[in-house]
């Protein structure tokens, strides 16, 4: 039972470069989110995925897109890179939308 | 967004002490969450609150739901080395599903 996954752990990117980040959960979780961690900012919620087949904008969504595949997973993709997206990308899941949030171990994004 | 002022911003304290810090809210919520994050891994969750006096225990640590209902605390008793992390709150309203975070509490443990 692995929790909460995340792939790639590292990613150096140039501007306007993509890459999408990989997210799947084998908790039978039913909503997903994806966050951002910056320096002094705590944690903000870009989009989340309440049921398999739906997806919402967060807090901050803007240069991002989403995809839930299925129940395990849930994809973020940034279209065109800013240096302005460089942060640590933490994907989580819960039972339930209003439920307790499990974490992956992060993806470090440099854009450079 | 919504703001949590978490308190202290970072600590260094001593091998064997007690270590306190709490969370503030403008609004009133329904259910507060306690992660602590390890050097380069995801916040771990540490213990849920759901009931505004409500005091829960997750051995060396205790967190309580303040009656306000705008506020948190954490304290962990007799700290050792592998208490050193960040410390987050969470707060979620009960109009609403998302959980807003606190900007951590950074620890360190001096052996």
């Known amino acids: 039972n692995a929790g909460v996954t995340q792939t790639p752990k590292f990613q150096v990117l140039k501007t306007g470069q993509s890459m999408t980040l990989q997210c799947a959960q084998d908790m039978n979780h039913n909503s997903m989110y994806w966050y951002r961690q910056d320096p002094g900012m705590g944690l903000r919620l870009i989009y989340y995925?309440?049921?398999?087949?739906?997806?919402d904008k967060g807090e901050v969504p803007n240069g991002y897109n989403v995809s839930r595949l299925n129940k395990r997973e849930f994809s973020l993709r940034l279209e065109s890179a800013a240096p302005s997206q460089t942060s640590v990308y933490f994907c989580?899941?819960?039972?339930?939308?209003?439920?307790?949030?499990?974490f992956g171990p992060g993806t470090r994004l440099t854009v450079l | 967004g919504q703001q949590l002022n978490q308190s202290p911003q970072s600590m260094f304290i001593q091998e064997g002490e007690d270590v306190s810090m709490n969370c503030t809210s403008s609004?009133?919520?329904?259910?507060w969450l306690w992660y602590k994050q390890d050097p380069g891994e995801g916040p771990v969750l540490l213990i849920a609150?759901?009931?505004?006096?409500e005091l829960t225990s997750n051995g060396r640590l205790t967190a309580q739901f303040g009656i306000t209902r705008k506020d948190s605390f954490l304290n962990i008793s007799a700290s050792i080395p592998s208490d050193v992390g960040i410390y987050f709150c969470a707060g979620q309203h009960h109009t609403g599903n998302q959980f807003y975070f606190g900007t951590g509490t950074s620890l360190t443990v001096i052996p």
């Open positions: 995925s309440a049921s398999e087949g739906t997806t």
């Open positions: 609004s009133i919520f329904n259910t």
């Open positions: 609150l759901y009931k505004a006096g």
């Open positions: 989580a899941s819960s039972e339930r939308g209003g439920g307790e949030r499990f």
